[in-house]
């Protein structure tokens, strides 16, 4: 299943064939029991305590099970964004080599699926049309990239962030960063053998610039100069999908304060397609925001933005797309204006109320530094 419906009844299929012992043994591979789980975690129609919940009620999770723990960096990363804001754009300290060793642009062949390499082309591939790629490939993307190719780990991210359905800032700053070796102890490298090990035939890569020791990949990534392409002619490359700032579809219209007029607001908007509590569902108004200045800075693929609209449009007929100071104009005559925050947006709304999620981790006040140490520090909230 690599396609994903941006409904309820899709998540809690994805939810109910969740299998956490063949998880733990299996998760590394491309073919294993990964669960999918993450563009429904990222657009907030689950929760991290939802999932974990439903998953504990069939199969008795242990706080230490792989399963957790994996839930618990998606968690972890969000600790480091509450921290440290917009510093997770900058390489929280230098790599192997300093920023300027790295270019701030991806390469054509890249971006067209034509290295030449399996197990980047194909990876490549898979993000344009499915919108996911199992993470051990990510990690193969982002290390080919920042070790090999000397591209600065921000420009990979932010071309990333746009074409993954679960995009989100958190996870994908901190995973690149956690690949490139500027937020972890070690960089992260991987040869020709490493794809073998775990994806299927058509990944694998021998003869390919990537079938090396990791000697010698060590002794490249800690080089300032790219490797050297090799010639490559025969590949047809695919197009990039374009990347759009707003919603191209015309489902959404400018907001129109009339709506609002003295009713009980419940919003949803692209981080929390959820249901909205029943009271709004049945005596207020629903209302679908995408606020321009949440995306100036991080536009998306139509196969994103279809995610998001279709799944808007399972809460409400109504949805807005506007400046934050249109649609907060707009709401300004409501009875009562609710919502479930998220980071990713630019905005705070005055007055409105935040319903807050059930979080699955305990909160932990203090920055850690590392994820052994918030591990240590946290744990399941009961
Ligand atoms: C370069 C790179 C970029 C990434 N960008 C994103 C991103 O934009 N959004 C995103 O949600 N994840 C990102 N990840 C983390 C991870 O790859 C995905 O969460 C995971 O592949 C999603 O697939 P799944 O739901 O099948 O994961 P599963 O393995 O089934 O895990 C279940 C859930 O646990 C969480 N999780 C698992 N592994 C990780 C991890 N390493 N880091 C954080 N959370 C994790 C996710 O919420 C995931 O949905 C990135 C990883 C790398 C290496």
């Known amino acids: ?72 960096w998606r968690a972890y990363y969000r600790h480091v964004w509450a921290h ?20 701030p642009h991806m390469p054509a062949d890249v971006l067209e699926a034509r290295t030449g390499i399996p197990a980047i082309d194909t990876a490549v591939r898979e993000l344009y049309e499915t919108g996911y790629v199992h993470n051990h490939a990510r990690m193969w993307l ?28 958190a996870s994908n700053n901190l995973s690149w960063q956690w690949v490139a070796g500027t937020s972890s102890t070690k960089p992260y490298l991987f040869n020709a053998d490493n794809v073998a090990k775990y994806a299927p035939v058509p ?3 021998p003869g390919t610039l990537i079938d090396t020791s990791y000697e010698e990949m060590d002794r490249i990534a800690r080089s300032a100069a790219p490797i050297q392409q090799r010639k490559v002619s025969a590949l047809e490359g695919i197009q990039q999908p374009a990347l759009h700032a707003s919603p191209p579809d015309t489902a959404w219209s400018v907001p129109d304060g009339s709506l609002a007029l003295g009713r009980d607001v419940w919003l ?11 009271a709004f569902a049945e005596r207020g108004v629903v209302i679908g925001v995408c606020i321009a200045e949440s995306h100036a ?21 109504h949805l807005w797309r506007g400046s934050a100071l249109q649609i907060t104009e707009s709401l300004a005559t409501a009875r009562s ?19 807050l999620e059930t979080p ?4 932990v006040e203090t920055y850690c530094p590392s994820f052994a140490q918030w591990w240590r520090r946290t744990q399941i909230s009961g």
């Open 203 to 205: 990944w694998h890569s």
């Open 360 to 363: 699955l981790f305990k909160a």
């Open 297 to 317: 800075q991080m536009p998306w693929s139509v196969q994103r933005w279809h995610f998001v609209t279709q799944g808007m449009q399972q809460r409400t007929p």
């Open 337 to 355: 204006v609710s919502w479930r925050s998220d980071p990713h947006l630019a905005i705070t709304l005055q007055g409105a109320q935040v319903q």
């Open 84 to 103: 440290l804001g917009d510093g997770i754009h900058q390489s929280i300290h230098t790599g192997l080599l300093p920023d300027d060793a790295y270019q």
């Open 1 to 72: 299943m690599n396609t994903f419906e941006p409904t309820l009844q899709a998540a809690n299929a994805r939810l109910a064939a969740v299998q956490p012992a063949a998880y733990a043994r299996t998760r590394n591979a491309l073919d294993g029991a990964v669960t999918r789980l993450s563009p429904y975690l990222t657009h907030g129609l689950l929760s991290l305590r939802e999932v974990f919940d439903a998953v504990n009620a069939r199969h008795p999770l242990d706080a230490q099970h792989k399963f957790v723990f994996e839930l618990g």
């Open 142 to 169: 982002a290390s080919y990239l920042v070790h090999l190719r000397k591209v600065h780990w921000h420009a990979g991210a932010q071309w990333m962030l746009g074409h993954l359905l679960d995009g989100d800032v």
């Open 268 to 278: 949803v908007h692209p981080w929390s397609l959820g249901s909205a509590p029943q």
